[in-house]
């Protein structure tokens, strides 16, 4: 039951800026999008979340589209600290997470 | 620092032993959940609870109980584990539209 869609995948350079997407077409409206990584031997981290506005904080830039069908992590300056599998979930708030299989970064020093 | 913290961070259990795997947070928050992680899957919602003495089924509860004593403390029961049940499990505590917290993980191998 995969509420967002997001690339096996991807690959950037150290000092870049990396922009990764997410497809949520069936989202509802008091759901919000939340964006964690986890990189290996450890619990996923929190990165940022909304529910209509774009937001940033230190970590990263979240845009979301005006229809909420899709949302994009911005990721500025990378490094290699940056390498993790960043998942993009949608949450009513009380009710659970959906963790799907995420996006894997790379980052080339 | 709030956090949430699992213990043990390693298990190894005998096929049809009794296994509890432990989670404390210090965040104050009322929701908790366990999820467990295996190789090519996100992660699986098993058990989660709204607050001290609610529990929850969430995706795949069969074969697990789950016990919430108090708002600090949440655990996972395998009353009888199987190998089936080796895995990674993560617990996690957050409340509504807040940011999720995670512990860091127990790793269990059911021989």
């Known amino acids: 039951d995969a509420k967002t869609t997001q690339p096996d995948s991807m690959e950037s350079t150290e000092g870049e800026t990396v922009h990764l997407p997410c497809s949520h077409a069936t989202i509802s409206g008091n759901e919000y999008i939340y964006w964690y990584r986890q990189v290996p031997l450890q619990g996923p981290e929190y990165v940022t979340h909304g529910l209509q506005q774009n937001t940033t904080n230190s970590m990263a830039f979240l845009a979301i589209a005006s229809d909420r069908k899709s949302s994009t992590l911005i990721l500025t300056h990378v490094s290699l600290r940056d390498a993790a599998v960043y998942h993009c979930?949608?949450?009513?708030?009380?009710?659970?997470?959906?963790f799907g299989k995420g996006t894997s970064l790379t980052v080339i020093p | 620092e709030a956090a949430v913290t699992q213990s043990p961070r390693n298990k190894v259990a005998v096929t049809g032993g009794k296994v509890t795997l432990s989670c404390n947070q210090t965040n104050n928050h009322n929701n908790m959940y366990w999820y467990r992680q295996d190789t090519g899957h996100g992660l699986r919602l098993i058990h989660y609870?709204?607050?001290?003495?609610?529990?929850e089924k969430g995706d795949i509860p069969d074969g697990y109980k789950a016990s919430r004593p108090s708002q600090e403390n949440f655990s996972l029961i395998l009353e009888l584990a199987t190998p089936s049940q080796t895995s990674v499990y993560f617990c996690?505590?957050?409340?509504?539209?807040?940011?999720?917290?995670f512990g860091s993980g127990t790793r269990l191998l059911v021989i």
């Open positions: 609870s709204y607050g001290a003495g609610s529990t």
């Open positions: 996690a505590s957050g409340d509504d539209n807040s940011d999720y917290t």
């Open positions: 979930i949608l949450s009513r708030g009380y009710q659970n997470f959906y």
